[in-house]
Protein backbone atom coordinates (compact mmCIF):
# COMPACT_ATOMS: atom_id res chain seq x y z
CA UNK A 1 0.00 0.00 0.00
CA UNK A 2 3.11 2.42 0.89
CA UNK A 3 4.53 1.63 -2.18
CA UNK A 4 2.12 2.16 -4.35
CA UNK A 5 1.63 5.39 -2.87
CA UNK A 6 5.14 6.39 -2.94
CA UNK A 7 4.69 5.58 -6.90
CA UNK A 8 2.39 8.58 -7.55
CA UNK A 9 4.02 10.67 -9.60
CA UNK A 10 4.49 14.09 -7.97
CA UNK A 11 2.06 16.13 -10.50
CA UNK A 12 -0.93 13.52 -9.79
CA UNK A 13 -0.75 14.18 -6.38
CA UNK A 14 -3.28 16.94 -6.34
CA UNK A 15 -5.50 14.60 -8.51
CA UNK A 16 -4.88 11.81 -5.52
CA UNK A 17 -5.99 15.01 -2.70
CA UNK A 18 -8.90 16.02 -4.82
CA UNK A 19 -9.41 11.98 -5.39
CA UNK A 20 -9.64 11.57 -1.31
CA UNK A 21 -11.32 15.09 -0.58
CA UNK A 22 -14.47 13.88 -3.00
CA UNK A 23 -14.71 9.97 -1.59
CA UNK A 24 -14.51 11.69 1.86
CA UNK A 25 -17.31 14.24 1.30
CA UNK A 26 -19.17 11.29 -0.69
CA UNK A 27 -18.73 9.05 2.78
CA UNK A 28 -19.95 11.91 4.68
CA UNK A 29 -23.56 12.03 2.85
CA UNK A 30 -23.80 8.49 3.19
CA UNK A 31 -23.17 8.58 6.73
CA UNK A 32 -25.62 11.56 7.04
CA UNK A 33 -28.34 9.86 5.16
CA UNK A 34 -28.25 6.48 6.39
CA UNK A 35 -28.24 8.82 9.82
CA UNK A 36 -30.86 11.13 8.80
CA UNK A 37 -33.19 7.50 7.76
CA UNK A 38 -32.90 5.90 11.04
CA UNK A 39 -33.98 9.24 12.89
CA UNK A 40 -37.10 9.66 10.70
CA UNK A 41 -37.65 6.16 11.06
CA UNK A 42 -37.43 6.34 14.76
CA UNK A 43 -40.01 9.28 14.16
CA UNK A 44 -42.18 6.84 12.56
CA UNK A 45 -42.08 3.65 14.36
CA UNK A 46 -42.56 2.74 18.51
CA UNK A 47 -41.66 2.86 20.83
CA UNK A 48 -42.10 6.60 21.05
CA UNK A 49 -41.13 9.08 24.15
CA UNK A 50 -43.71 11.63 24.43
CA UNK A 51 -42.10 13.15 27.13
CA UNK A 52 -38.66 14.05 25.55
CA UNK A 53 -40.74 15.37 22.36
CA UNK A 54 -42.39 17.91 24.91
CA UNK A 55 -39.03 18.41 26.42
CA UNK A 56 -37.33 19.34 23.31
CA UNK A 57 -40.85 21.39 22.02
CA UNK A 58 -40.22 23.82 24.58
CA UNK A 59 -36.43 23.67 24.32
CA UNK A 60 -36.43 24.29 20.52
CA UNK A 61 -39.44 26.62 20.28
CA UNK A 62 -40.44 28.43 23.27
CA UNK A 63 -37.04 28.94 24.46
CA UNK A 64 -36.38 30.09 20.98
CA UNK A 65 -39.20 32.84 20.73
CA UNK A 66 -37.00 35.49 22.21
CA UNK A 67 -34.10 35.64 19.78
CA UNK A 68 -36.22 34.67 16.73
CA UNK A 69 -38.88 37.42 17.48
CA UNK A 70 -35.98 40.25 18.28
CA UNK A 71 -33.93 39.03 14.83
CA UNK A 72 -37.60 39.47 13.08
CA UNK A 73 -38.75 42.96 14.17
CA UNK A 74 -35.03 44.37 13.60
CA UNK A 75 -34.58 42.74 10.39
CA UNK A 76 -38.27 43.99 9.15
CA UNK A 77 -37.48 47.35 10.19
CA UNK A 78 -34.40 47.42 8.25
CA UNK A 79 -35.87 45.91 5.72
CA UNK A 80 -38.21 48.51 5.39
CA UNK A 81 -35.47 51.34 5.16
CA UNK A 82 -33.25 49.88 2.61
CA UNK A 83 -36.73 49.38 0.40
CA UNK A 84 -37.94 53.01 1.14
CA UNK A 85 -34.36 54.05 -0.01
CA UNK A 86 -33.93 51.77 -2.90
CA UNK A 87 -38.03 52.55 -4.01
CA UNK A 88 -37.37 55.94 -4.11
CA UNK A 89 -34.64 55.75 -7.16
CA UNK A 90 -37.60 55.28 -8.76
CA UNK A 91 -40.13 57.41 -7.35
CA UNK A 92 -41.69 53.68 -6.06
CA UNK A 93 -41.47 54.28 -2.27
CA UNK A 94 -45.00 53.34 -1.84
CA UNK A 95 -44.54 49.55 -2.49
CA UNK A 96 -42.38 48.93 0.77
CA UNK A 97 -45.70 47.84 2.80
CA UNK A 98 -45.95 44.79 -0.53
CA UNK A 99 -42.27 44.29 -0.90
CA UNK A 100 -41.62 43.71 2.90
CA UNK A 101 -44.76 41.47 3.03
CA UNK A 102 -42.97 39.27 0.61
CA UNK A 103 -39.49 39.52 1.80
CA UNK A 104 -39.78 38.42 5.47
CA UNK A 105 -42.76 35.93 4.48
CA UNK A 106 -41.04 34.14 1.45
CA UNK A 107 -37.47 34.43 2.20
CA UNK A 108 -36.28 36.02 5.42
CA UNK A 109 -38.56 34.99 7.87
CA UNK A 110 -37.61 31.27 7.43
CA UNK A 111 -34.22 31.84 6.85
CA UNK A 112 -33.24 33.92 9.66
CA UNK A 113 -35.39 31.93 12.14
CA UNK A 114 -33.64 28.96 10.97
CA UNK A 115 -30.31 30.63 11.37
CA UNK A 116 -30.81 31.68 14.96
CA UNK A 117 -32.06 28.02 15.76
CA UNK A 118 -28.99 26.73 13.88
CA UNK A 119 -26.83 29.01 16.64
CA UNK A 120 -29.21 28.40 19.66
CA UNK A 121 -30.46 24.59 19.05
CA UNK A 122 -27.46 22.85 16.12
CA UNK A 123 -24.87 23.95 18.49
CA UNK A 124 -26.76 22.77 22.29
CA UNK A 125 -28.14 20.00 20.84
CA UNK A 126 -24.52 18.62 19.12
CA UNK A 127 -22.99 19.38 22.38
CA UNK A 128 -25.63 17.92 24.73
CA UNK A 129 -25.56 14.50 22.41
CA UNK A 130 -21.41 14.66 22.13
CA UNK A 131 -21.09 15.34 25.72
CA UNK A 132 -23.23 11.57 26.54
CA UNK A 133 -21.18 10.43 23.90
CA UNK A 134 -18.14 11.44 25.41
CA UNK A 135 -18.71 10.07 29.14
CA UNK A 136 -21.07 7.24 27.70
CA UNK A 137 -23.78 7.84 28.29
CA UNK A 138 -25.23 6.78 25.09
CA UNK A 139 -23.81 3.24 25.20
CA UNK A 140 -25.55 2.91 28.84
CA UNK A 141 -28.39 4.26 27.09
CA UNK A 142 -28.05 0.91 24.87
CA UNK A 143 -26.90 -1.09 27.54
CA UNK A 144 -30.40 0.16 28.97
CA UNK A 145 -32.43 -1.47 25.76
CA UNK A 146 -33.52 1.98 24.59
CA UNK A 147 -32.11 2.70 21.12
CA UNK A 148 -30.78 6.36 21.10
CA UNK A 149 -32.19 7.02 17.48
CA UNK A 150 -35.39 6.87 19.30
CA UNK A 151 -35.11 8.19 22.53
CA UNK A 152 -32.66 11.27 21.27
CA UNK A 153 -32.44 11.76 18.14
CA UNK A 154 -36.15 11.22 16.73
CA UNK A 155 -38.46 13.76 19.08
CA UNK A 156 -35.58 16.37 18.20
CA UNK A 157 -35.83 15.69 14.64
CA UNK A 158 -39.45 15.71 14.71
CA UNK A 159 -39.36 19.10 17.15
CA UNK A 160 -37.50 21.10 15.02
CA UNK A 161 -39.28 20.44 12.01
CA UNK A 162 -42.87 21.20 13.93
CA UNK A 163 -41.62 24.08 15.88
CA UNK A 164 -39.73 26.09 12.94
CA UNK A 165 -42.87 26.57 10.72
CA UNK A 166 -44.90 28.11 14.00
CA UNK A 167 -41.66 30.25 14.69
CA UNK A 168 -41.23 31.23 11.37
CA UNK A 169 -45.11 32.51 11.48
CA UNK A 170 -44.20 34.41 14.81
CA UNK A 171 -41.16 35.91 12.57
CA UNK A 172 -43.15 36.47 9.22
CA UNK A 173 -45.62 38.50 11.76
CA UNK A 174 -43.52 40.55 13.87
CA UNK A 175 -40.87 41.22 10.52
CA UNK A 176 -43.65 43.33 8.89
CA UNK A 177 -44.87 44.61 11.82
CA UNK A 178 -41.33 45.78 11.94
CA UNK A 179 -41.08 47.62 8.65
CA UNK A 180 -44.55 48.95 9.84
CA UNK A 181 -43.52 50.30 12.61
CA UNK A 182 -40.46 52.09 10.62
CA UNK A 183 -43.09 53.13 7.81
CA UNK A 184 -45.32 54.98 10.38
CA UNK A 185 -43.35 56.16 13.05
CA UNK A 186 -40.23 57.55 10.78
CA UNK A 187 -41.46 57.58 7.10
CA UNK A 188 -44.99 59.00 7.84
CA UNK A 189 -46.89 56.57 6.15
CA UNK A 190 -50.36 55.98 7.26
CA UNK A 191 -50.67 53.14 9.52
CA UNK A 192 -54.33 51.96 8.12
CA UNK A 193 -52.97 51.94 4.03
CA UNK A 194 -49.95 50.40 5.02
CA UNK A 195 -52.10 47.62 6.63
CA UNK A 196 -54.64 47.29 3.95
CA UNK A 197 -51.38 47.33 1.15
CA UNK A 198 -50.25 44.34 2.61
CA UNK A 199 -53.41 42.43 3.66
CA UNK A 200 -54.19 42.81 -0.22
CA UNK A 201 -50.64 41.75 -1.30
CA UNK A 202 -49.36 39.13 0.15
CA UNK A 203 -51.06 35.66 -0.92
CA UNK A 204 -51.66 32.37 1.67
CA UNK A 205 -48.65 30.20 -0.75
CA UNK A 206 -46.17 33.60 0.03
CA UNK A 207 -46.18 32.55 3.65
CA UNK A 208 -47.16 28.96 3.23
CA UNK A 209 -44.16 28.36 0.63
CA UNK A 210 -41.64 30.20 3.96
CA UNK A 211 -43.95 27.47 5.98
CA UNK A 212 -42.50 24.73 3.94
CA UNK A 213 -38.94 26.14 3.97
CA UNK A 214 -38.99 26.27 7.71
CA UNK A 215 -40.10 23.02 8.08
CA UNK A 216 -37.30 21.53 5.88
CA UNK A 217 -34.72 23.97 7.68
CA UNK A 218 -35.66 22.70 11.32
CA UNK A 219 -35.51 19.03 10.16
CA UNK A 220 -31.82 20.00 8.65
CA UNK A 221 -31.03 22.04 11.95
CA UNK A 222 -31.90 19.31 14.02
CA UNK A 223 -30.18 16.47 11.75
CA UNK A 224 -27.53 18.50 11.71
CA UNK A 225 -26.91 18.98 15.63
CA UNK A 226 -28.01 15.36 16.73
CA UNK A 227 -25.56 13.93 13.80
CA UNK A 228 -22.63 15.63 14.77
CA UNK A 229 -23.05 15.24 18.77
CA UNK A 230 -23.85 11.43 18.07
CA UNK A 231 -20.42 11.29 16.18
CA UNK A 232 -18.08 13.25 18.29
CA UNK A 233 -14.60 12.23 19.06
CA UNK A 234 -12.18 12.97 21.81
CA UNK A 235 -13.63 14.39 24.76
CA UNK A 236 -14.16 18.03 25.37
CA UNK A 237 -11.73 19.05 22.26
CA UNK A 238 -14.17 16.60 20.27
CA UNK A 239 -17.64 18.12 21.62
CA UNK A 240 -16.39 21.79 20.51
CA UNK A 241 -15.65 20.42 17.11
CA UNK A 242 -18.55 18.61 17.28
CA UNK A 243 -20.66 21.99 17.85
CA UNK A 244 -18.62 24.08 15.67
CA UNK A 245 -19.22 21.41 12.57
CA UNK A 246 -22.89 21.56 13.47
CA UNK A 247 -23.67 25.01 12.92
CA UNK A 248 -21.80 26.29 9.77
CA UNK A 249 -23.32 22.60 8.28
CA UNK A 250 -26.70 23.48 9.54
CA UNK A 251 -26.40 27.24 8.19
CA UNK A 252 -24.68 25.97 4.74
CA UNK A 253 -27.49 23.18 4.24
CA UNK A 254 -29.98 26.09 4.76
CA UNK A 255 -28.66 28.52 2.05
CA UNK A 256 -28.37 25.52 -0.26
CA UNK A 257 -31.76 23.94 0.32
CA UNK A 258 -32.95 27.70 0.50
CA UNK A 259 -31.89 28.09 -2.63
CA UNK A 260 -33.32 24.82 -4.24
CA UNK A 261 -36.56 25.12 -2.54
CA UNK A 262 -37.08 28.54 -3.88
CA UNK A 263 -36.28 27.60 -7.38
CA UNK A 264 -39.11 24.98 -7.31
CA UNK A 265 -41.36 27.44 -5.80
CA UNK A 266 -40.77 30.16 -8.48
CA UNK A 267 -41.43 27.31 -11.50
CA UNK A 268 -44.06 25.48 -9.43
CA UNK B 1 -10.57 -33.56 32.78
CA UNK B 2 -12.01 -29.94 33.28
CA UNK B 3 -10.15 -26.80 31.13
CA UNK B 4 -9.44 -24.08 33.68
CA UNK B 5 -9.56 -21.36 30.81
CA UNK B 6 -12.86 -22.90 29.32
CA UNK B 7 -15.66 -24.14 32.06
CA UNK B 8 -17.97 -26.69 30.57
CA UNK B 9 -20.64 -24.69 31.86
CA UNK B 10 -19.96 -21.16 29.90
CA UNK B 11 -22.75 -18.03 30.44
CA UNK B 12 -20.07 -15.92 28.56
CA UNK B 13 -17.93 -17.23 26.01
CA UNK B 14 -15.20 -15.06 23.67
CA UNK B 15 -14.17 -17.35 20.94
CA UNK B 16 -11.27 -16.76 18.53
CA UNK B 17 -12.32 -12.73 19.31
CA UNK B 18 -10.26 -10.08 16.91
CA UNK B 19 -10.65 -6.45 16.77
CA UNK B 20 -8.76 -3.73 15.00
CA UNK B 21 -8.77 0.19 14.98
CA UNK B 22 -7.25 1.67 12.43
CA UNK B 23 -5.19 -1.10 11.72
CA UNK B 24 -3.86 -1.89 14.93
CA UNK B 25 -4.92 -5.32 16.50
CA UNK B 26 -6.46 -4.44 20.25
CA UNK B 27 -7.97 -8.48 20.55
CA UNK B 28 -6.16 -10.96 19.12
CA UNK B 29 -7.86 -14.10 18.80
CA UNK B 30 -9.07 -14.04 22.67
CA UNK B 31 -10.78 -17.16 23.51
CA UNK B 32 -12.06 -16.77 27.35
CA UNK B 33 -15.53 -17.97 29.12
CA UNK B 34 -17.12 -17.46 32.16
CA UNK B 35 -18.88 -20.07 34.07
CA UNK B 36 -22.56 -19.39 35.31
CA UNK B 37 -22.91 -17.67 38.28
CA UNK B 38 -19.05 -17.03 39.07
CA UNK B 39 -17.23 -13.57 38.97
CA UNK B 40 -14.77 -13.35 36.51
CA UNK B 41 -12.28 -9.74 36.80
CA UNK B 42 -9.87 -9.02 33.94
CA UNK B 43 -7.10 -6.95 34.86
CA UNK B 44 -4.44 -5.71 32.34
CA UNK B 45 -2.00 -2.65 31.50
CA UNK B 46 -3.38 0.08 29.91
CA UNK B 47 -4.70 -0.72 26.12
CA UNK B 48 -4.38 -4.16 26.31
CA UNK B 49 -7.93 -4.02 25.06
CA UNK B 50 -9.60 -4.78 28.45
CA UNK B 51 -12.54 -2.06 27.65
CA UNK B 52 -12.65 -3.79 24.52
CA UNK B 53 -13.36 -7.12 25.48
CA UNK B 54 -16.91 -6.38 27.23
CA UNK B 55 -17.86 -3.71 24.84
CA UNK B 56 -17.40 -6.57 22.45
CA UNK B 57 -19.83 -8.72 24.59
CA UNK B 58 -22.03 -5.74 25.91
CA UNK B 59 -23.05 -5.51 21.44
CA UNK B 60 -21.42 -1.95 21.84
CA UNK B 61 -18.69 -2.69 19.10
CA UNK B 62 -18.64 -4.81 16.01
CA UNK B 63 -16.07 -7.88 16.05
CA UNK B 64 -13.75 -8.30 13.05
CA UNK B 65 -13.69 -11.97 13.43
CA UNK B 66 -14.47 -14.86 15.76
CA UNK B 67 -17.68 -15.05 18.15
CA UNK B 68 -19.20 -13.75 21.52
CA UNK B 69 -21.44 -16.57 22.99
CA UNK B 70 -24.17 -15.74 25.35
CA UNK B 71 -25.71 -18.85 27.00
CA UNK B 72 -24.28 -20.50 23.60
CA UNK B 73 -25.97 -18.12 21.06
CA UNK B 74 -24.16 -16.31 18.76
CA UNK B 75 -24.21 -12.19 20.06
CA UNK B 76 -23.38 -11.69 16.28
CA UNK B 77 -26.10 -13.83 14.72
CA UNK B 78 -29.02 -12.14 17.22
CA UNK B 79 -30.98 -9.70 15.50
CA UNK B 80 -32.38 -6.51 17.07
CA UNK B 81 -35.11 -7.93 18.85
CA UNK B 82 -33.23 -10.73 20.17
CA UNK B 83 -30.45 -8.24 21.06
CA UNK B 84 -33.05 -5.99 23.13
CA UNK B 85 -34.34 -9.14 24.65
CA UNK B 86 -30.51 -9.86 25.73
CA UNK B 87 -29.76 -6.57 26.76
CA UNK B 88 -32.66 -6.88 29.12
CA UNK B 89 -30.51 -9.95 30.69
CA UNK B 90 -27.36 -7.53 31.37
CA UNK B 91 -26.90 -4.50 33.46
CA UNK B 92 -23.74 -2.84 33.07
CA UNK B 93 -21.52 -0.46 35.71
CA UNK B 94 -19.71 1.63 33.35
CA UNK B 95 -16.32 3.55 34.60
CA UNK B 96 -17.67 6.86 35.15
CA UNK B 97 -21.07 5.98 36.19
CA UNK B 98 -22.66 7.43 33.31
CA UNK B 99 -25.30 8.33 34.51
CA UNK B 100 -27.78 10.57 32.71
CA UNK B 101 -27.01 14.05 33.72
CA UNK B 102 -30.72 15.28 32.85
CA UNK B 103 -32.57 12.91 34.64
CA UNK B 104 -32.80 12.76 38.20
CA UNK B 105 -31.14 9.98 40.38
CA UNK B 106 -34.49 7.83 40.65
CA UNK B 107 -35.28 8.27 36.67
CA UNK B 108 -31.59 7.27 35.91
CA UNK B 109 -32.53 4.28 38.41
CA UNK B 110 -35.27 3.34 36.81
CA UNK B 111 -34.68 4.11 33.02
CA UNK B 112 -35.04 0.98 31.37
CA UNK B 113 -38.14 0.09 33.43
CA UNK B 114 -39.75 3.08 32.18
CA UNK B 115 -38.09 2.91 28.95
CA UNK B 116 -38.16 -0.45 28.03
CA UNK B 117 -40.12 -2.28 29.89
CA UNK B 118 -43.40 0.00 30.15
CA UNK B 119 -43.53 0.21 33.82
CA UNK B 120 -45.94 2.53 35.31
CA UNK B 121 -43.49 5.80 36.78
CA UNK B 122 -45.03 5.56 40.09
CA UNK B 123 -44.08 1.70 40.65
CA UNK B 124 -40.26 2.12 38.81
CA UNK B 125 -39.63 4.64 41.33
CA UNK B 126 -40.90 2.73 44.58
CA UNK B 127 -38.64 -0.35 42.47
CA UNK B 128 -36.04 2.46 41.85
CA UNK B 129 -35.70 3.77 45.68
CA UNK B 130 -35.82 -0.54 47.19
CA UNK B 131 -32.69 -0.70 44.55
CA UNK B 132 -31.08 2.41 45.76
CA UNK B 133 -31.48 0.73 49.84
CA UNK B 134 -29.44 -2.50 48.53
CA UNK B 135 -26.63 0.07 47.78
CA UNK B 136 -27.13 1.82 50.95
CA UNK B 137 -28.19 5.01 49.63
CA UNK B 138 -31.22 6.66 51.42
CA UNK B 139 -34.85 7.62 49.72
CA UNK B 140 -33.72 11.33 49.76
CA UNK B 141 -31.29 11.26 47.36
CA UNK B 142 -33.83 9.81 44.70
CA UNK B 143 -35.14 13.11 44.01
CA UNK B 144 -31.35 14.52 43.28
CA UNK B 145 -29.50 15.00 40.03
CA UNK B 146 -26.69 13.16 39.33
CA UNK B 147 -24.12 16.33 39.46
CA UNK B 148 -25.21 17.07 42.53
CA UNK B 149 -23.82 13.66 44.45
CA UNK B 150 -20.22 12.71 45.46
CA UNK B 151 -18.36 9.79 42.96
CA UNK B 152 -18.78 7.10 45.19
CA UNK B 153 -22.78 8.20 45.26
CA UNK B 154 -22.52 8.01 41.55
CA UNK B 155 -21.12 4.93 41.59
CA UNK B 156 -23.83 3.47 44.11
CA UNK B 157 -26.71 4.79 41.52
CA UNK B 158 -24.80 3.37 38.94
CA UNK B 159 -24.81 0.00 40.38
CA UNK B 160 -28.17 0.59 41.34
CA UNK B 161 -29.00 1.04 37.73
CA UNK B 162 -27.85 -2.13 36.71
CA UNK B 163 -29.18 -4.62 39.49
CA UNK B 164 -32.79 -2.62 39.46
CA UNK B 165 -33.76 -5.15 36.51
CA UNK B 166 -32.39 -8.54 38.38
CA UNK B 167 -29.91 -9.08 35.67
CA UNK B 168 -28.41 -12.25 34.71
CA UNK B 169 -24.90 -10.76 34.40
CA UNK B 170 -23.44 -8.06 34.81
CA UNK B 171 -20.21 -6.05 33.45
CA UNK B 172 -18.18 -3.88 35.79
CA UNK B 173 -15.74 -1.58 34.45
CA UNK B 174 -13.49 -0.02 36.19
CA UNK B 175 -15.46 0.10 39.42
CA UNK B 176 -13.29 1.78 41.90
CA UNK B 177 -11.36 4.02 39.30
CA UNK B 178 -11.25 7.44 40.81
CA UNK B 179 -12.66 6.26 44.57
CA UNK B 180 -10.24 6.56 47.95
CA UNK B 181 -9.58 2.99 49.18
CA UNK B 182 -12.85 3.37 51.77
CA UNK B 183 -15.09 4.25 48.92
CA UNK B 184 -13.39 1.56 46.89
CA UNK B 185 -13.79 -0.71 49.67
CA UNK B 186 -17.47 -0.12 50.40
CA UNK B 187 -18.62 -0.60 46.22
CA UNK B 188 -16.49 -3.88 46.36
CA UNK B 189 -18.22 -5.33 49.07
CA UNK B 190 -21.41 -3.78 47.17
CA UNK B 191 -20.38 -5.03 44.20
CA UNK B 192 -19.92 -9.01 46.00
CA UNK B 193 -22.90 -8.34 47.86
CA UNK B 194 -25.15 -8.03 44.85
CA UNK B 195 -23.47 -10.22 42.30
CA UNK B 196 -24.01 -13.01 45.28
CA UNK B 197 -27.76 -11.88 46.19
CA UNK B 198 -28.61 -12.33 42.55
CA UNK B 199 -26.70 -15.10 41.87
CA UNK B 200 -25.58 -13.60 38.53
CA UNK B 201 -22.76 -14.19 36.45
CA UNK B 202 -20.29 -10.68 36.71
CA UNK B 203 -17.11 -9.99 34.55
CA UNK B 204 -15.38 -7.05 35.51
CA UNK B 205 -11.81 -5.09 34.39
CA UNK B 206 -9.98 -3.35 36.59
CA UNK B 207 -6.20 -1.76 37.38
CA UNK B 208 -7.16 -1.81 40.92
CA UNK B 209 -5.86 -5.59 42.33
CA UNK B 210 -7.53 -5.33 45.59
CA UNK B 211 -10.52 -4.64 43.94
CA UNK B 212 -9.93 -8.07 41.99
CA UNK B 213 -8.89 -9.75 44.77
CA UNK B 214 -12.11 -8.92 46.30
CA UNK B 215 -15.21 -9.10 43.62
CA UNK B 216 -13.68 -11.91 41.61
CA UNK B 217 -13.54 -15.61 41.64
CA UNK B 218 -10.86 -15.91 39.22
CA UNK B 219 -8.83 -13.26 37.61
CA UNK B 220 -7.64 -13.14 33.95
CA UNK B 221 -4.44 -11.48 32.75
CA UNK B 222 -5.15 -9.65 29.18
CA UNK B 223 -1.99 -8.79 27.11
CA UNK B 224 -1.62 -8.08 23.64
CA UNK B 225 -5.71 -9.05 23.20
CA UNK B 226 -4.56 -12.38 24.63
CA UNK B 227 -5.51 -14.00 27.72
CA UNK B 228 -1.88 -14.87 29.16
CA UNK B 229 -3.31 -16.01 32.44
CA UNK B 230 -6.17 -17.04 34.73
CA UNK B 231 -6.51 -18.15 38.71
CA UNK B 232 -7.64 -17.90 41.74
CA UNK B 233 -6.97 -14.57 43.42
CA UNK B 234 -4.78 -16.65 45.63
CA UNK B 235 -2.58 -17.85 43.07
CA UNK B 236 -2.23 -14.45 41.73
CA UNK B 237 0.27 -14.03 44.47
CA UNK B 238 2.03 -17.39 43.80
CA UNK B 239 1.87 -17.00 40.43
CA UNK B 240 5.36 -17.45 38.70
CA UNK B 241 4.08 -15.67 35.11
CA UNK B 242 6.74 -13.34 34.45
CA UNK B 243 4.09 -10.87 33.05
CA UNK B 244 1.94 -11.38 36.21
CA UNK B 245 4.42 -10.91 38.84
CA UNK B 246 5.81 -8.03 36.82
CA UNK B 247 1.99 -6.06 36.89
CA UNK B 248 1.53 -6.90 40.47
CA UNK B 249 4.43 -5.67 41.68
CA UNK B 250 3.61 -2.50 40.04
CA UNK B 251 7.64 -2.36 38.45
CA UNK B 252 8.61 -1.27 35.24
CA UNK B 253 11.13 -3.50 34.03
CA UNK B 254 9.74 -6.76 32.90
CA UNK B 255 8.96 -8.04 30.16
CA UNK B 256 5.77 -6.00 29.29
CA UNK B 257 6.94 -2.46 27.82
CA UNK B 258 6.35 -0.02 29.87
CA UNK B 259 2.95 0.29 29.80
CA UNK B 260 3.47 4.63 30.25
Redesign the interface.
Known amino acids: MASAQAAVPAVLKPLRTIGRSTLGALRMVGSVGVFAVRGVAGVFSP?W?PMQLLRQLLAIGFFSLPVVGLTAVFTGAALGLNIYTGGGRFNAEQVMPQIVALGITRELGPVLAALMLAGRVSAAIAAEIGA?RA???I????????DPFR?LVAPRLLAATLVLPLLTLIADIIGVAGGWLVAVRILDFNSTIYIRNTMNFIEVWDVGSGLIKAAVFGFIVALMGCYHGYHAKGGARGVGRATTHAVVSSAILIFASDYFLTTLFTNA | MTDPIKPEWAKLEWRGVRKRFDGAPVLDGLDLSVAAGRSLVIIGGSGQGKSVTIKVAMGLLNLDAGQVLIDGRSLTAMNGRARRELFSRIGVLFQGAALFDSLSVWENVAFRLINADGVPRKAAKERAIEALGRVRLAASVADSYPSELSGGMQKRVGLARAVVANPEIIFFDEPTTGLDPITASAINELIVEQVRGLGCTAVSITHDLASARAIGDEIAMLHAGKIIWRGTPAELDRTDNPYVRQFVDGRADGPMASLV
Do not use: I, V
Open positions: PFMTEQDAMRTLSTY
